[in-house]
């Protein structure tokens, strides 16, 4: 089976994240980047497929030489080759079209994203990618067993799940639960030294369209100090919920 | 113990002097000690337990000879990965760093350079992915710090040699499937015995009641008329140096892993400190603690840059032995200043097992002793300046 896993290169989920020029641009120095945690299940996932039926894992990803690291990790835990498409993303859109084209000229059977990334959380692009190429997609999806050309998969909803079936190709929006956190994989020496010579290409942007423009970016308010209530004095807790806090 | 929420400080980004595959080595590193040492290492230490469960991933990791050639086993890897990799272990415990650097440099390293190719075909793939534990005795009951002073000796009997004589305090002796032994022939000239479990007269008795390195076992290696195959004399180098220069190569290794010791000990006491409300403010609020943590930084910054300078020297070949010993000596000594400093940020919670720094405390004063003590490496660096030996 022919997989391609969709790879974004996020800051570190303990980063403090700020940002510059007047809240329109991340700031990201001293931030550590690590894979999009959606996307490391999904790439753990790729892996036990090949190493159950056999086939072949590309990690692919749109960003500069910054991101490089990251791919390198991911080729580090397996995959066979990686894609580095070379821009900035500049929204979901242009991201999954610059995907989708590359994907028409080498397709894959199982084309795996994260439900989400969880430093800009729009959730677009498996979706976006699916509709361009005109495939099945199944967001947040925790569960998958493919057999031949088809695949039952189970997707995560209020309070529930749902289980589906869908043929290859397919577009999948992964997340935990297509593996556990105890089957992510720490690049071994092995892995790092193959990775070494493993293919990592890099191919040019073949369009500079995107559908939306973020104009800056707040991050929530500060928390204020915790205030306590002397045991006796209930109804100045009340004034407060209702005056200050202004939640009942 | 609590979660481990560590974060490696990087003052003077010293990241931008390290390699992509440098980074990442660090990374799957300090990625597996998070997951499989912090979790358990408090009770393996609480039990003086060797953790066994964890030697395989430790090879995996590239925590056995990583610069060992491919050929045999190794990652091929250069002297800066393997300071990383130490510098992530001994961040989760220094008795964990012990067994790997005991393995890397006191076993692999004298068998890949003074032994003969079957001795390295027969030993160092096994001892790369952990299959065989290694151990290396050095010091005797009654010769310490000098070593060059042993009475274990080989006699050569014609179609093998006989080995007798005892050495004490060995890390992994317990359950070590070889030892690499030091003993004199009837000349007195030091050669390197490859002594393997099962041979007759080889016992291995541990050595109980450690406050210190209590997750590494420690034990006596007795040789008690042990018949040794002429094929097991490490043939390409004898003397003193020759131990000499495992050690060289083992603190090298110390001197990397105790700066992550004490960026454990910092970062757990900065976070400590911002948090910790006392007067009604946090107590990193205060001059006197702030005077530690400024000081803790301003060590680790140092030691990060020499350590760091000291790698790109051997990875040359141009290091010098007393350079090493100028290093271990500083690095050891600022990270067991740190933990003490630190312990006192925490309060009375220092000193429970919820935290780690006592615990790296009290294994700190076995690396101030071992691989040389604190006062011989000064008497080195003294020799080395003014050229008179003050130790003999
Ligand atoms: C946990 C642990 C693990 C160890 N693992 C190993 C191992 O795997 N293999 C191995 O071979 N050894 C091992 N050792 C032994 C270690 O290397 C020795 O303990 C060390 O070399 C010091 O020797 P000693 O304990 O006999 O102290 P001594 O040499 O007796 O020294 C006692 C004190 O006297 C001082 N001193 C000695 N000579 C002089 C001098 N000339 N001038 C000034 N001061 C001096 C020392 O600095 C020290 O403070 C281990 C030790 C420990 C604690």
């Given at each position: ?42 790439l ?5 497929l ?43 859109y ?52 493919i ?16 289980n589906?079936?869908?043929?290859l ?13 105890s089957?992510?994989?720490i ?7 193959q990775?070494r ?52 | ?11 003077f ?23 499989e ?27 056995f ?10 990652a ?41 190719e ?14 065989f ?41 317990p ?9 004199k ?9 490859l ?6 007269g ?6 109980h009641?450690k ?66 409300i ?33 790698g790109v ?12 010993s100028?290093?271990k000596?500083?690095?050891?000594d ?38 040389g ?20």
């Open positions: 089976m022919n997989i391609v896993v969709c790879i974004s290169s996020v800051p570190d989920t303990t980063s403090k994240i700020n940002f510059t020029e007047n809240g329109s641009k991340f700031d990201s120095s001293g931030i550590q980047f690590v894979i999009n945690p959606y996307d490391e299940f999904g753990t996932k790729a892996m036990m090949k190493e159950k039926a056999g086939g072949n894992v590309r990690v692919i990803t749109v960003g500069d030489a910054l991101v490089e690291p990251v791919m390198r990790k991911a080729l580090a835990i397996g995959a066979d080759s990686a894609i580095r498409i070379n821009a900035n993303p500049t929204d979901s242009f991201t999954a079209n610059e995907i989708a084209i590359y994907l028409k000229e080498n397709p894959a059977d199982l084309i795996i994203a994260g439900r989400e990334s969880i430093d800009y959380n729009s959730g677009a692009v498996g979706g976006m990618i699916a509709e361009i190429l005109n495939l099945p997609f199944v967001n947040a999806c925790n569960g998958l067993e057999d031949g050309n088809s695949a039952k998969l189970c997707r995560e909803i209020e309070g529930g799940k749902e589906l079936s869908a043929s190709p397919l577009v999948i929006g992964g997340q935990k639960g297509l593996v556990e956190e089957d992510l994989r690049p071994n020496m092995r892995g790092i030294m990775a010579s493993k293919p990592l290409m890099v191919i040019e942007p073949s369009s500079d369209e995107n559908l939306t423009s973020s104009e800056s970016f707040e991050k929530p308010a500060e928390k204020s100090a915790c205030k306590l209530v002397e045991i006796g004095n209930e109804a100045e807790l009340v004034r407060l919920l209702q005056e200050e806090a202004k939640v009942i | 113990m609590s979660q481990d929420l560590y974060q490696a400080p990087d003052y980004l010293m990241d931008e002097l390290l390699t992509e595959e440098h980074k990442l080595i660090r990374g799957a590193a300090r990625e597996w000690v998070k997951r040492v912090s979790p358990i290492i408090e009770d393996a230490c609480q039990k003086a337990e060797f953790p066994k469960q964890i030697i395989k991933g430790l090879g995996e990791i590239g925590g000879g990583p610069y060992i050639p491919v050929e045999y086993g190794g091929g890897l250069d002297q800066i990965s393997y300071g990383l990799i130490m510098q992530e272990l001994e961040r989760g415990d220094s008795g964990i760093r012990s067994t790997s650097s005991v393995q890397s440099s006191l076993v692999m390293y004298p068998i890949w350079k003074y032994g003969s079957e001795q390295k075909m027969k030993f160092l793939p096994k001892l790369a992915t952990g299959e534990i290694g151990c290396f005795g050095l010091t005797e009951p009654d010769q310490g710090s000098n070593p060059g002073g042993m009475v274990t000796n080989i006699k050569d009997m014609g179609d093998h040699y006989l080995l007798n004589g005892a050495k004490m305090w060995i890390s992994n002796a359950f070590a499937d070889v030892a690499v032994v030091w003993a022939n009837e000349k007195g000239r030091i050669k390197g015995v002594v393997e479990r099962g041979m007759e080889f016992t291995t008795p541990e050595t009641g406050w210190s390195l209590r997750a590494s076992a420690t034990g006596e290696l007795v040789f008690d008329n042990v018949k040794i195959p002429k094929d097991n004399i490490l043939p390409n180098k004898d003397g003193l140096g020759a131990p000499l220069g495992c050690l060289d190569s083992a603190r090298y290794g110390i001197a990397w892993g105790t700066i992550g010791t004490a960026m454990d000990c910092y970062d757990t006491a900065l976070r400590y400190a911002k948090e910790r006392q007067f009604g403010k946090p107590i990193a609020s205060f001059q006197l603690q702030q005077k530690k943590l400024a000081e803790m930084i301003t060590e680790i910054t140092k030691a990060q840059f020499l350590t760091w300078r000291l020297l051997r990875n040359e070949g141009r290091a010098t032995s007393a350079q090493i100028m290093c000596r500083n690095n050891v600022m990270a067991l200043n740190i933990a003490r400093e630190a312990r006192q940020i925490l309060g009375a919670m220092g000193i429970t097992g919820e935290y780690s720094i006592m615990r790296h405390m009290m294994n700190l004063e076995s690396v101030i002793t071992y691989e003590t604190h006062d011989i490496h000064l008497l080195i660096t003294g020799m080395d300046i003014t050229g008179e030996n003050a130790f003999k």
